[in-house]
């Protein structure tokens, strides 16, 4: 029988590749920290405790990334971009939410091939969720 090293299957997802569950957990409670303390983005969120809005954007990333799919059981459809138009989003915002991102993603220290798919993704996603014209 050929032996496959642990992780190099192609059909592993990058959920299961950085680790699962538990890697998701870390980044995002590590951005809601940066959150927490950040003056022009901790008032945009309408909660007072950040933890439900932390659990949203967990079950969020995890599901994007090929894990469970609980965030679409709990809220349907992402649409993203709708559920982000309450809110401010100019360049400033978009500074701050990837400054944080930038934070959290580090402190993963993940290969740097992953690392860079991740925030690939992050620098995008934020870009596309900007919904003002300055
Ligand atoms: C660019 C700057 C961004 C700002 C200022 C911002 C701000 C916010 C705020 C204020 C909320 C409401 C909090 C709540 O859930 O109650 C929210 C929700 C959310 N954001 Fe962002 N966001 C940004 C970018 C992003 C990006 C890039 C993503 C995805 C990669 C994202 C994913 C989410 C998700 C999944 C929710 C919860 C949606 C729901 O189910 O209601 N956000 N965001």
Redesign the pocket.
């Known amino acids: 029988m050929i032996e496959i090293p642990r992780g190099t299957l192609p059909e592993q997802t990058f959920y299961e590749q950085v680790g699962g569950e538990k890697t998701f957990r870390r980044l995002v409670h590590r951005f809601y920290q940066g959150v927490a303390g950040d003056p022009l983005?901790r008032p945009?969120?309408?909660?007072e405790d950040l933890g439900?809005?932390e659990e949203?954007?967990v079950?969020?990333?995890m599901q994007?990334w090929g894990g469970p799919r609980t965030?679409s059981e709990n809220?349907g459809h992402?649409r993203?971009r709708m559920?982000?138009a309450p809110?401010v989003?100019d360049r400033a915002?978009?500074d701050?939410?990837?400054r944080h991102?930038r934070d959290a993603v580090d402190e993963l220290a993940l290969a740097p091939e992953l690392e860079h798919q991740l925030w690939n993704?992050?620098t995008y996603?934020?870009?596309?969720?900007?919904n003002t014209a300055d």
């Open positions: 983005l945009m969120y309408p909660e439900p809005a949203r954007l079950l969020f990333l994007y965030y809220r992402p993203l559920r982000h809110f989003v915002a978009h701050a939410w990837l991102m993704y992050m996603a934020a870009a596309s969720m900007i």
